[in-house]
Antibody, heavy 117, light 110 residues
């Protein structure tokens, strides 16, 4: 069964850039959709964007100008960069796999990112 | 404000059935059979419970079922158990290759 391990971030300052990476183990990287989803403390889920097996990306329009999702298929990894951080970007960030574009099947453990001056 | 509307909370007693609604528009819930439901327990990552409106992944209890009518999707949990207490989120595809979540519903088992 697929295992997703994620790392990066922690505490960042306003205007800095967030960088997170997920590694995939146990199953092929290609052939799936790889998403980033975030959840502010005590609040709901927000889809950030996705990259698929052909490298095609889609983003939440509200974050598209600041978010970049990329992949490294040789390392079975995919990454998120989010620029111009503000306190509103404080959240748990999840990397997630789907067999199709619209379903979130397997979730990473989540990484807490705090933006504070 | 979330793009998909869910009740903030629902409750039920053990053994009862409850239904959580998820209302969108004809551009998302009503236009595609791409609605999913997720269960999230405190401190844990969400878990897929229903996909494509009414399909259960392997390992998910038959007590969980999904349906859709017009612009509203629903998750029904029958034979409520204490372990079902959690937050539940719906998600849907929206035209233009966008994915949306509901605001989440807190289920309390009395």
């Amino acid at each position: 069964q697929v295992q997703i391990q994620q790392w990066g971030a922690g505490v960042l300052r306003p205007s800095e850039t967030l960088s997170l990476t997920c590694a995939v183990f146990g199953e092929p990287f290609r052939g799936y959709y790889w998403h980033w989803i975030r959840q502010p403390p005590g609040k709901g889920l927000e889809w950030i964007g996705k990259i698929n097996h052909s490298g095609s990306t889609n983003y939440n329009p509200s974050l598209e100008s600041r978010a970049t999702i990329s992949e490294d298929t040789s390392e079975n990894q995919f990454s998120l960069k989010l620029t111009s951080l503000t306190a509103a970007d404080t959240a748990i960030y999840y990397c997630v796999r789907g067999s199709d574009f619209w379903t979130f099947e397997y979730w990473g453990q989540g990484s807490l990112v705090s933006v504070s001056s | 404000q979330s793009a998909l509307t869910q009740p903030a909370s629902v409750s039920g007693s053990p053994g009862q059935s409850i239904t959580i609604s998820c209302t969108g528009t004809s551009s998302d819930v009503g236009g595609y059979n791409y609605v999913s439901w997720y269960q999230q327990r405190p401190g844990k990552a969400p878990k897929l419970m229903i996909h494509d409106v009414s399909n259960r992944p392997s390992g998910v209890s038959h007590r969980f079922s999904g349906s859709k009518s017009g612009n509203t999707a629903s998750l029904t949990i029958s034979g409520l158990q204490a372990e079902d207490e959690a937050d539940y989120y719906c998600s849907s595809y929206r035209s233009g290759s966008i994915l949306l979540f509901g605001g989440g519903t807190k289920l309390t088992v009395l």
